[in-house]
């Protein structure tokens, strides 16, 4: 069983840059599909972005292309999430994940889910 573990969130201003983490341990997520996932307050947990087990395809939903990007060090068993123009409609509870294929997160088909970290961005 593989655990993630999330951090890196915290408070920022609209505008401002924020660089997420998520580490794996017991089992290494090197050969999987990773992604983040966010929930805001009383909405559902949606899909923002994922990469390839060996970083060569990504995919973003469309609220977020162009601010955001996704990279992976395997050596580290560690996914990243940079976050830049952050606006308020992007505060949520930001969840890592591992699944199968890059598509097949983007429909939200995970496996192991982390404990998730806040990100609130101010106005």
């Known amino acids: 069983q593989v655990q993630l573990v999330e951090s890196g969130g915290g408070l920022v201003q609209a505008g401002g840059s924020l660089r997420l983490s998520c580490a794996a341990s017991?089992?290494?997520?090197?050969?999987?599909?990773t992604g983040w996932f966010r929930q805001a307050p009383g909405k559902e947990r949606e899909f923002v972005a994922s990469?390839?087990?060996?970083?060569?395809?990504?995919y973003f939903a469309d609220s977020v292309k162009g601010r955001f990007t996704i990279s992976r060090d395997n050596t580290k068993d560690t996914v990243y999430l940079q976050m830049n123009n952050l606006k308020p409609e992007d505060t949520a509870l930001y969840y890592c994940?591992?699944?199968?294929?890059?598509?097949?997160?983007?429909?939200?088909?995970?496996?192991?889910w982390g404990q998730g970290t806040q990100v609130t961005v101010s106005s």
């Open positions: 994940g591992a699944g199968i294929t890059v598509a097949t997160m983007s429909r939200g088909q995970v496996n192991s």
């Open positions: 017991g089992r290494t997520v090197s050969s999987r599909a």
């Open positions: 990469i390839s087990w060996n970083g060569g395809t990504t």
